[in-house]
């Protein structure tokens, strides 16, 4: 395709072409053309070695490019990506590549967005759209994001993603074996993150959890919050004020049925799924439930600000 400045085309070369077959000087058809003579002299050269396919648009992609990832890394990344379903930053860090070169290939690659996949066969599921509005607050604490997860709980020996759906039943399907309830505070400017397995997310239990994790905030560096903001839920609604006042912090709360505005714990949500719910067959509810621990360790010391971890933004008093 030609490009958006060029004074000739397909059809114009050829009248180059013809021209100085009748006798034209190449000086004639320039002017006549408005081109230069170099450009008379290029067209005719390549139709003389060619014929009429040298007058068509060539690619203008460099003929050899130095620089450019090996195919075999480009391969590795994109192996790397469908084994263990991660993003440019972990790839980039692993294979020794530039995180925003991985992102290159897998576009090139055509290979889809991790949010749009499944965690655990990554085939596609979803089209999401992102919103452009985003902010921060200027420092940790001043803003905290709280919500709750539900996860149905795994039987002794695996369920249905260590055996397939069509595995035949194991337990009789009239009495569940219920749910694991994630409850997770995120900060809103460090993005650190704290998360306990409950039993429920009652009023009471969700109390109790505001207070735990604000202790535990306070030793990683974040002594007072400023504000809890949470959905419109009963638990939250109703029972989780006392807490707020013992902390000094406001309680607000988003517009129903936009649950975008507490995004951040709803990343945080997504994240605990695709990394560590899903990340792995698990054979046990215990196995999944005693690896929580760990993957917070592992998130609140690595990459989730442009490179940095939550922790580098917080002074630990403890």
Not at 13 to 37: C, P
Not at 175 to 188: A, E, K, P, T, Y
Not at 279 to 305: D, E, Q
């Amino acid at each position: 395709m030609s490009h958006r400045n060029a004074r000739t085309t397909f059809h114009g070369r050829l009248l180059m072409v013809r021209r100085y077959q009748a006798g034209w000087a190449k000086a004639h058809i320039a002017s006549a053309m408005g081109v230069s003579r170099k450009c008379v002299h290029t067209w005719i050269s390549r139709f003389e070695a060619h014929g009429e396919a040298g007058l068509i648009d060539r690619s203008s992609r460099p003929h050899t490019m130095p620089t450019r990832v090996p195919r075999s890394v480009e391969n590795q990344i994109v192996a790397w990506r469908r084994r263990h379903r991660c993003g440019p930053d972990e790839i980039g860090a692993k294979l020794g590549v530039c995180p925003r070169t991985v992102s290159r290939v897998l576009n090139r690659r055509q290979v889809p967005y991790l949010r749009d996949c499944d965690p655990m066969t990554g085939h596609i599921i979803r089209a999401s759209k992102a919103t452009a509005v985003r902010y921060e607050r200027s420092r940790p604490g001043e803003l905290v994001h709280m919500d709750v997860k539900k996860l149905g709980r795994i039987p002794d020996g695996g369920g249905w993603r260590a055996h397939g759906k069509g595995c035949a039943p194991s337990r009789d399907r009239r009495h569940g074996r219920g749910f694991d309830f994630i409850h997770s505070l995120v900060d809103d400017h460090s993005r650190l993150a704290y998360s306990e397995i409950l039993p429920d997310e009652k009023g009471p239990t969700c109390a109790a959890f505001l207070r735990l994790a604000a202790a535990n905030f306070r030793a990683q560096g974040i002594p007072t919050i400023g504000c809890v903001m949470t959905d419109n839920a009963w638990a939250y609604r109703y029972s989780i004020g006392a807490v707020c006042a013992e902390l000094n912090a406001r309680q607000v709360f988003i517009k129903p049925h936009c649950p975008w505005q507490n995004g951040k714990v709803e990343r945080l949500n997504r994240t605990l799924q695709t990394e560590w719910a899903y990340k792995r067959v698990f054979t046990s509810n215990t196995g999944r439930a005693a690896a929580l621990a760990p993957w917070l360790k592992y998130y609140n010391t690595h990459s989730a600000l442009g490179g940095h971890p939550p922790i580098s933004r917080l002074t630990p008093t403890s």
